[in-house]
T-cell receptor
Framework: NAGVMQNPRHLVRRRGQEARLRCSPM?????VYWYRQLPEEGLKFMVY????????ESGMPKERFSAEFPKEGPSILRIQQVVRGDSAAYFC??????????????FGQGTRLTVV | SQKIEQNSEALNIQEGKTATLTCNYT??????LQWYRQDPGRGPVFLLL?????KEKRKERLKVTFDTTLKQSLFHITASQPADSATYLC????????????FGAGTTVTVRA
């Protein structure tokens, strides 16, 4: 059973370009979460999605950032018109359909975005 | 404001000794707390979860305590090994939802052979 797969592992974009980060959850998992990790800081929650639904996007910047989890295919985190401050590691996590509270999350290896 | 603070200094210990990491939080009332391990360039890996009504939890050489009065969790690695060298993160659930976690910045542990 493959783990959470993220690609690309490393992404370099020039200021003003678009960045697309992909996440395929573990088999059988229908819940996806995106987190951002800045150097020397803890992971910050961005968004929680289920298939075709955004459940909670309270951690997403209001502009330039969007996320989707279509019926088919991976979840996508999209950053438009990237700026240097967007440089960070972006982690995706997944969990199975709710089997009770406090379900552990399984994280992918992350995508390291560098904006030059 | 809400804060999660872990040992600010990296921890360097001799193989075989016990490493003790702290996680202090303010302005949170978590129902549970989790500990993760993160290796350089990798994603966090879940280690342990402890609920607010549990004082202590163990898993092999790991032990976690949770004191909701002190607003603190301690994470112990006993009989440490060089393979335990990594960054350890504590995470709390935020609010009434069980899916949203807030992480500390982590403590880096180095175990010398």
């Amino acid at each position: 059973n493959a783990g959470v797969m993220q690609n690309p592992r490393h992404l370099v974009r020039r200021r003003g370009q678009e960045a697309r980060l992909r996440c395929s959850p573990m088999k059988g998992h229908s819940h996806v979460y995106w987190y951002r990790q800045l150097p020397e800081e803890g992971l910050k929650f961005m968004v929680y999605l289920q298939k075709e639904n955004i459940i909670d996007e309270s951690g997403m910047p209001k502009e330039r950032f969007s996320a989707e989890f279509p019926k088919e295919g991976p979840s996508i985190l999209r950053i438009q018109q990237v700026v240097r401050g967007d440089s960070a590691a972006y982690f995706c996590a997944s969990s199975p359909p709710s089997t009770g509270v406090n379900t552990e999350a399984f994280f992918g290896q992350g995508t390291r975005l560098t904006v030059v | 404001s809400q804060k999660i603070e872990q040992n600010s200094e990296a921890l360097n210990i001799q193989e075989g000794k016990t490493a003790t990491l702290t996680c202090n939080y303010t302005n949170y009332s978590p129902a549970y707390l989790q500990w993760y391990r993160q290796d350089p360039g990798r994603g966090p890996v879940f280690l342990l979860l402890i609920r607010e009504n549990e004082k202590e939890k163990r898993k092999e050489r790991l032990k976690v305590t949770f004191d909701t009065t002190l607003k603190q969790s301690l994470f112990h690695i006993t009989a440490s090994q060089p393979a335990d060298s990594a960054t350890y993160l504590c995470a709390l659930d935020i609010g009434s939802n069980d899916y949203k976690l807030s992480f500390g910045a982590g403590t880096t542990v180095t175990v010398r052979a």
